[in-house]
């Protein structure tokens, strides 16, 4: 019963918010706000992905040369900076990742 309750409460705070927006249309964000709010989509992909990266265990920093999400994200990094198209940074990313997961032995048979 406390699950339920949890989930149904978190569910009407997100409806809440999210539809507070939309009944009021005329609540408009400050220009330092809006501003701000733009920088949100990569600070947030960047405090998921970055982690991961530098912790593939989950417990213990491995910036070692064997990592290959370290490597496969520093050279995902450098796909984007050169491309500037996203299909191309994702799928040379995976394919770099993969590559490198291969070459160093870390893919299950």
């Not at 309750?5 to 539809?19: D, E, K, N």
């Not at 940074?89 to 299950?108: E, H, K, N, Y």
Request: aromatic share 10%.
């Amino acid at each position: 019963m406390q699950t339920w309750s949890l989930i149904l409460g978190m569910a009407a705070i997100t409806f809440a918010i999210r539809y507070s927006l939309f009944a009021w249309p005329s609540l408009s964000f400050p220009p330092l706000v809006r501003q701000g709010l733009h920088y949100v989509p990569t600070a947030v992909l960047t405090a998921i992905v970055v982690p991961g990266m530098l912790m593939p265990d989950g417990q213990h920093l491995d910036l070692a040369l064997d990592n290959a999400y370290l490597l496969a994200g520093l050279g995902t990094l450098l796909i984007a900076a050169l491309t500037r198209h996203l299909l191309a940074t994702i799928l040379g990313g995976l394919a770099l990742f993969f590559l490198l997961r291969w070459a160093l032995g870390q893919l299950p048979i």
